[in-house]
């Protein structure tokens, strides 16, 4: 078995993925590979996504999805629009449908080049979250950061879209939080046995929402696409908005937007937006040593 595999550098609205082909091999990418391929700057990252053989019948892979800490991460919805980009372009193939520990995904690449994933249904189940207290309403729970009397966040609406999520509303400029300062704080508070993503969302029409957020396991990102799909589902879970919202993505770079749908059908939620591929290389994975295709850089290493 080759000691490397093929990797790509892509980005789902800035939300910086290295998509990793794991088919015909048992081995996984291992968390101190994630940690070392994360310490350098030219392979940085957000998410590793995976690929590996189909474990089950009638999916074309099984996703295995690394925060750049080496933690796992159940959903990662910019990332599986890079592996529906990678697979699409090397298959020819329109239409995917993944495995991954949250399930099944089903994933569509249109004409456009945009791609929809079904993120399939959002929980709101306090011990599913999971928080650490009971809540009867998951859509405002009791969560406060700030001083006690003038909290600057407050009363989020949480959720799992596969992976845990809290979104705080507030009604200035998202930008204007020291979200780096709350984040971990947030992030990592005993209300949230399994950690969260912490998403500020601000509401600015009955169809547009505006959202940063900071990632469990990654910090601080450009964009996070299960982040967007659990603030569009909150906004009009609680009648902030209707079902099919824009999501204005503040720290992508530009600015950039996805569509939810949370289909009144079948309760799915359904994202849309871009993925983009950036250059490819070689990578140990289980140490992270890595080269880039055709560059000297490959040569040297
Ligand atoms: N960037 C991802 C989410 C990563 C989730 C991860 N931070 C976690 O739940 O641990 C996205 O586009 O959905």
Known sequence: MSATVEFARMNGLGNKILVVD??????????????????????????????????????????????????????????????????AAETGKKAFTFQTVAGILNAVEHEDGTISVDMGRPVFDWDKIPLAEEFHDTSRIELQIGPIDNPVLHSPSAMSMGNPHAIFWVDRDVMSYDLARFGPLLENHPMFPERANITLAQVTSPTSVTTRTWERGAGLTLACGSAACSAAVSAARTGRTGRKVTINVASAKPPATLSIEWRERDDHVIMTGPAEWEWSGRVDPSTGLWSRDGTREAEAQ
Do not use: W, Y
């Open 22 to 87: 794991m088919r015909g091999r048992p081995d996984k990418v291992t968390p101190a590979a994630a940690v070392a391929l994360n310490a350098d700057p030219h392979t940085e990252f957000d998410q590793i996504m995976a690929i590996h053989d189909p474990k089950a019948e009638g999916t074309d892979a099984f996703i295995d999805i690394l925060n750049s800490d080496g933690s796992k991460a159940q959903a990662c919805g910019n990332g599986t629009r890079c592996v529906v980009q990678a697979l």
